[in-house]
């Protein structure tokens, strides 16, 4: 009996599903039970590339999210609605549902799943993350044991890109920014990619899997690129770093008030050892490295975006709601329990409470610091005074040269309290031989 597929939007990564679903050739053999019953879109007069009658086509979504024959619903119209009510409707009558949209379960994660726990079906994600890297399956099943300690990713391509370019380019940030949007590889809003909000909702869905609890999203620390320039670079290469949008969800020692592990969830341009795994992963690569007892280090790599690389990620997870279907139908030995199958705890959501995440002012870690001062004697002195007044340990200072006049004075401190760590800048700014403070970023 084949299994009944609606499809939600035919922009990119909807026309790289149908191509998957209608060409099955040397696939999993339980492709072919895949049907393709109906595909909403926006308009019908739009010409298409893929090969299905125009029966087929609707631009009434709802009416697919509603019908009776449909088992499985694909959402890839993305944005948050009607996506996430197209979402819950589906779920409501009964449908399992893939989605590649990271927005909507980044921020209504515990509506769509109660719902869905509720009626028993199951909703999957493997494209919201990281595109065709397959990471949330790992996380969910084949890392299941492990007690995950962090997470940490390059999972936005198009920053990832630029920063590259920048990097091997010297270029400034909106030059490049420009340039990648003339080719393709920045949207001409570039704000969720480069001001960091994408990454943040990604990098929620893979703490929530890997620490088995909701993230409140407006506790995720975003921090886009715009305040990166080819200076950081270069000096950050002189220091032995490369600069990337890292999204780092990481265990604390210790539990909250409440007995929940806390977190830090934070994306933010951190520089990066060159000897890291994640420091060789450019251009439009995404990478994810997942650290846990007793499996250690792994790391995921690959596309993290297109029509092909997303697509497999979508129809992946249809084939696993398929599989799932297809053995419990036959087990079943009635039509009610043909139409209630147990969920696979593995593969739905399991926690309801929400993790707790801690501030990022108690936040340790290593800062890279650029001073721009009057070449005076004593300004050295006066900012290691600063720092180690604050509890702040420097690592290296140094003075290179000077840039409009005036000294440029480079720091990497070693780990430190963030709180304390912007106390000291504040004593600085304060303090007067300090022009300004270009940038502030952290370090791996
Ligand atoms: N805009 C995303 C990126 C791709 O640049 O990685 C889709 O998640």
């Known amino acids: 009996m084949a299994f009944q597929v609606g499809l939600l939007g035919l922009g990119t990564v909807g026309t790289g599903t149908m191509q998957i679903l209608l060409d099955p050739d040397q696939r999993h053999p339980l492709l072919r039970e895949l049907e393709v019953y109906r595909v909403g879109v926006r308009s019908l007069d739009k010409p298409r590339s893929v090969d299905l009658p125009p029966e087929k086509f609707t631009t009434d979504l709802e009416s697919i999210v509603t019908d009776p024959a449909v088992d499985v619903v694909i959402e890839v119209i993305g944005g948050l609605e009607p996506a996430r009510s197209l979402i819950l409707q589906a779920i409501a ?32 994600l493997e494209a919201a993350v990281a595109g065709g890297i397959p990471v949330i399956e790992p996380l969910k099943q084949s890392l299941g044991v492990n007690r995950i300690q962090a997470v940490t990713g390059i ?40 001001d960091g909000l994408d990454a943040g909702d990604k990098i929620a869905i ?33 220091l032995g770093f490369v600069i990337k949008l890292l999204a780092i969800a990481r265990r604390l020692e210790g539990v909250a008030a409440d007995g929940q592990p806390q977190l830090e969830v934070r994306v933010h341009p951190t520089l990066v050892p060159t000897t890291h795994p994640l420091a060789s992963v450019s251009d439009v690569y995404n990478a994810i490295l997942i650290e846990g007892d007793p499996i250690g280090q792994v790391m995921f790599f690959g596309p993290g975006a297109g029509a092909g690389p997303t697509a497999s990620a979508v129809v992946s997870d249809v084939l696993n709601i398929a599989a799932i279907l297809k053995v419990g139908r036959e087990a079943a030995t009635s039509d009610e329990t043909r139409k209630h199958l147990p ?88 303090m007067g031989a300090v022009e300004s403070i270009p940038s502030v970023l952290r370090v791996l």
């Open 93 to 124: 009558h009964g449908k399992h549902v893939v989605t590649a949209n990271k927005a909507v379960i980044a921020r209504y994660g515990d509506e769509i799943f109660t719902a869905a726990n509720a009626a028993g079906v199951y909703v999957l």
């Open 155 to 194: 999972v936005n391509g198009t920053t990832n890109y630029i920063l590259t370019r920048m990097q091997r380019e010297g270029g400034d940030f909106a030059e490049i920014l420009a340039d990648a949007q003339r080719l393709g590889y920045a949207e001409a809003d570039p704000t969720a990619d480069v």
């Open 206 to 238: 893979l703490a929530s899997l890997a620490f088995n609890g909701r993230i409140n999203l407006e506790k995720v620390h975003r921090e886009g690129i715009r305040s990166v320039s080819a200076a950081d670079i270069t000096y950050a290469e002189r």
């Open 343 to 430: 969920l696979d705890p593995l593969l739905a959501c399991s926690h309801q409470h929400y993790c707790a995440i801690a501030p990022m002012e108690d936040l340790v870690t290593r800062f890279y610091a650029r001073f721009l001062t009057h070449d005076q004697p004593g300004v050295i002195g006066k900012l290691g005074t600063c720092f180690g007044d604050r509890g702040v340990s420097l690592e290296s200072i140094v003075q290179t040269g000077l840039r409009d006049s005036l000294a440029e004075i480079v720091v990497v401190t070693h780990d430190v309290r963030e709180g304390n760590f912007r106390q000291a800048l504040d004593d600085i700014r304060a």
